[in-house]
């Protein structure tokens, strides 16, 4: 009973995004970061942890929320009974429909969201109403941030937060969802792997991430005579000339 | 990279640099979203008319400007090497019509984009021409190269002191046994 049951939901849920991808062109493939070939691209999703984590806050919201509607409208029935078995249909529809569709919206969102990462820069999209790409060059990242709650410490997920320079919004995972100048990887399992891969990318680059350009960056070289070789031949030097003054 | 939805002849090739008018649709676009308004059509529709009609793209080999506006004119001017954020973003209406907005940003301090393009087919495309011009993906993959010729020329200039030097012993040694011989 088990697998068949989950083999219905699985086929009604492949159905919807199907319906998704030819109705609402929602794109069924991961976003595409032009790179050279030797390049190496890493896709992520979030992590099974992030989806644990969503479905815990899910139930818990869905028990508040639904054991006082309930409540409300056995009230009802209580004290006005004709009216409470009037909107039967009304209530069962307010206390369900909501929670089926929360249900799917977090599938969906767990499906649609791709983190790209090569080894020049990263794209991040997410959205299934709105859709939203986000591509940043390591050359222009500023700083990076892992965010942790601790019911998300619980699931061993973590919230990867880059920031380019520039202002606007706060320091918080929602303002870098909404922010110009931020990339959110939200829901990461390895997230000081990331961290640490994205680091090691950024300090490759040597610009302030504020537009300079390399060539003028080239500083003029300077030969130091301070090498045992360099310090050998000035001591014979000071010596010949030492020589040749004392002839004089 | 498969053909954006809403292009219609997919021989033609798209090239930026030819881009100049927005895509009719984003009229209809315009159209809609004043629509969702309800009896504020008028008010919304009219300056969104003003800009589809005064809207012009320039794209140059340093920059990108944008300027539209019949009373109140606007001119943004990017450089690509400042671009430092793309962002695309496509709700299912724009979906639906082949559009898209492509939202560059560079590192001022405000919290809206500095450009947003509308009314763009092929933004899939216009973006990955950003994404090649925009800082830190020229130029860097000169960055080891560059690193070496820098060692590189260190160590000539080292070399070239220190031959300097022993020929200036050599000159001096030369003069002392001159000297000596008198």
Avoid at chain 1, 18 to 34: D, G, I, Q, S, Y
Wanted: with cysteine.
């Amino acid at each position: 009973m088990e697998p068949a049951r989950e083999r219905t939901t699985a086929w009604l849920y492949k159905g919807l995004w199907a319906a998704l991808v030819k109705w609402f062109r929602v794109p069924a493939t991961p976003p595409e970061l032009p790179h050279g070939p030797a390049e190496h691209v890493e896709r992520l999703q979030l992590s099974r942890g992030w989806l644990d984590y969503v479905k815990f806050k899910f139930w818990v919201a869905l028990f508040v929320v639904d054991v006082l509607l309930i409540a409300a409208w056995f009230c009802l029935i209580w004290f006005v009974p004709w009216l409470g078995i009037l909107i039967t249909p009304l209530a069962l529809a307010v206390i369900v429909v909501p929670d089926v569709l929360a249900y799917i919206a977090i599938h969906l969102r767990y499906d649609s969201t791709w983190y790209v990462l090569s080894d020049r820069a990263m794209r991040l999209r997410r959205g299934i109403w709105f859709l939203r790409e986000t591509t940043i060059s390591y050359d222009n990242i500023q700083n990076v941030r892992v965010l942790q709650g601790p019911l998300e410490r619980h699931f061993g997920i973590s919230n990867v937060i880059v920031e380019t320079a520039g202002g606007g919004g706060g320091t918080g995972k929602e303002a870098a969802m909404m922010s110009m100048h931020m990339g959110l990887l939200e829901g990461v399992s390895d997230a000081q792997g990331v961290r640490d891969r994205i680091l090691e990318r950024v300090q490759q680059c040597r610009g302030a991430g504020l537009g300079e350009r390399r060539d003028r960056m080239r500083e003029p070289v300077q030969a130091t005579l301070a090498s045992p070789a360099a310090v050998l031949l000035l001591e014979e030097i000071a010596e010949a000339a030492q020589k040749l003054r004392q002839q004089i | 990279m498969d053909p954006t939805p809403g292009n219609r002849d997919g021989t033609r090739r798209f090239d930026p640099r030819n881009l100049e008018r927005p895509d009719p649709s984003l009229l209809k676009y315009y159209g809609l979203v004043s629509l969702m308004s309800g009896p504020m059509f008028p008010f919304v529709f009219i300056p969104l008319y003003c800009k589809f009609v005064t809207l012009r793209y320039r794209i140059e080999d340093e920059g990108i400007a944008m300027s539209y506006g019949v009373l109140f004119r606007r001119e943004v001017y990017l450089t690509y090497q400042r671009i430092q954020d793309i962002h695309l973003t496509r709700n299912f209406v724009q979906r639906w019509m082949g559009l898209a907005t492509l939202a560059i940003q560079t590192a001022s301090g405000s919290a809206m984009p500095e450009m947003s393009i509308e009314g763009i087919q092929e933004a899939d495309q216009l973006r990955d021409f950003l994404y090649a011009k925009m800082r830190g993906v020229r130029g860097d993959s000169a960055l080891g190269e560059d690193a070496a010729s820098r060692v590189g020329v260190q160590v000539d200039a080292e070399q070239r002191a220190l031959q300097l030097l022993a020929e200036i012993r050599d000159a001096l040694r030369q003069c002392a046994a001159a000297k000596e011989q008198n």
